[in-house]
């Protein structure tokens, strides 16, 4: 199937792809063992709302340079409400987490750098004149987005192998070659 999908050019490709991507994970929750059901299907926010609810006053607070990287366990607890008996020590989404601990200023020189390793993956992914590299961009761009999306609800990047393997990923999108001419350059 990926033979016949690297045969096709331009927009049929990434579409083939999308598609196939899709199919995977259609045939993924088909046949998708019943524990492994029951595990997600009795999970809850456990919390959370009210964690990233009561931490957009922390970021208020601080809204230059954030409280400090590691400093949003010590910073929340002026502004926690809900759950007092527990020790909050992460937001559970990574945005609102580096923007509590880095402030605007720092979230945004990750989030732009994210930007730039994410558009150079799609961007070789759509139309690198290499198959190879395209096929890099394609990993990395989905990889990628798989890290961004799980972002959002958890903090997967405080993660030490997480954080890890998303500065390995970008290391890899950064590396791809701008074009043939450049292909001869170490990657």
């Known amino acids: ?17 999308t598609l196939l991507s899709l199919a995977v994970v259609l045939g993924l929750a088909l046949v998708a063992p019943v524990p492994l059901v029951l595990r997600f299907a009795e999970h809850s926010t456990e919390g959370r709302l009210d964690v990233w609810r009561e931490t957009l006053p922390l970021i208020a607070a601080y809204p230059l340079f954030g409280c400090g990287l590691g400093g949003y366990e010590s910073a929340f607890q002026r502004f926690k409400t809900s759950g007092l ?18 402030g605007g200023i720092g979230f945004s020189i990750a989030a732009a750098f994210l930007f730039l390793i994410v558009a150079r993956s799609i961007r070789a992914s759509l139309g690198h004149p ?9 990993a990395c761009s989905g990889a990628l987005v798989a890290i961004l999306v799980h972002s959002v609800a958890d903090f997967n990047l405080y993660v030490p192998a997480n954080a890890c393997l998303l500065a390995w990923i970008c290391g890899l999108a950064a590396g791809i070659p701008r074009n043939a001419a450049v292909g001869n350059e170490p990657a």
């Open 85 to 102: 008996l527990f020790v909050q020590d992460y937001a559970h989404n990574d945005y609102l987490q580096l923007l509590a601990e880095m």
């Open 1 to 17: 199937m990926l033979f016949l999908i690297a045969k096709l050019q331009g927009r049929r490709r990434w579409y083939s792809v």
């Open 130 to 138: 290499e198959a190879d590299w395209q096929w890099i961009g394609v």
